[in-house]
């Protein structure tokens, strides 16, 4: 039932990159920004991207984000075995039902 | 560092009450963040159930808004979570976390930078 869509999963070798799209409208994606969160196996969501391309202190510069229109899209270069993990976007809804949202979620898996 | 910590049964029965509570620690309450409960099914996404701020006021899920009650205790500087009405769809790790709002010239810039570890809640007779 969530208003943000992202692909189920993805996969790519180590070393090489991934990208995650979260796809919206204009009433949330369109008109607000993006945060992108990690959760790896059995452990609380941990904030990656903040308003759509912004990292927290402590995340390298393998994780970047950005956004065009309704869609935003998370890229993990050099990718590690300890990247496996399920990644969620989210962001504002400020339609008559105001809320916040998250993504479908995507599971990443290093080959 | 701020941190926080879920605690409450892990069991509920069918059409009882879910009750959670927050504790805050490293941090106050009443600074200028929002504090959330989200909530994950075994083997699924992530739901966000509803806010409160230090001055009480409150934001719910609208699928979930007839259900749920968010309150906060400043001088015990936690808050909690009440769902009414429980099945067995209510089964979930709730989180309780601390999100970062700021709308400007109505952009809304919000985001979660501090979570629980979760718990573990089962809706079962």
């Known amino acids: 039932q969530s208003v943000l869509t992202q692909p189920p999963s993805v996969s790519a070798a180590p070393g090489q990159k991934v990208t995650i799209s979260c796809s919206g409208s204009s009433s949330n994606i369109g008109n607000n920004y993006v945060s992108w969160y990690q959760q790896l196996p059995g452990t609380a969501p941990k904030l990656l991207i903040y308003d759509n391309n912004k990292r927290p202190s402590g995340i390298p510069d393998r994780f970047s984000g950005s956004k065009s229109g309704t869609s935003a899209t998370l890229g993990i270069t050099g990718l590690q075995t300890g990247d496996e993990a399920d990644y969620y976007c989210g962001t504002w809804d400020s339609s008559l039902s105001a809320s916040y949202v998250f993504g479908t979620g995507t599971k990443v898996t290093v080959l | 560092q701020v941190q926080l910590q879920e605690s409450g049964p892990g069991l509920v029965k069918p059409s009882g009450t879910l009750s959670l509570t927050c504790a805050v620690s490293g941090g106050s309450i009443s600074s200028s963040n929002w504090w959330s409960w989200v909530r994950q099914p075994p083997g699924k996404g992530l739901e966000w159930i509803g806010e409160i701020y230090h001055s009480g006021s409150t934001n719910y899920n609208p699928s979930l808004k007839s259900r749920v009650t968010i309150s906060v205790d400043k001088s015990k500087n936690q808050f909690s979570l009440k769902l009414s009405s429980v099945t067995a769809a209510d089964t979930a790790v709730y989180y309780c976390?601390?999100?970062?709002?700021?709308?400007?010239?109505?952009?809304?810039?919000?985001?979660?930078?501090?979570w629980g570890q979760g718990t573990l809640v089962t809706v079962s007779s």
């Open positions: 976390a601390r999100g970062r709002r700021i709308t400007i010239f109505g952009v809304v810039s919000y985001y979660f930078d501090y």
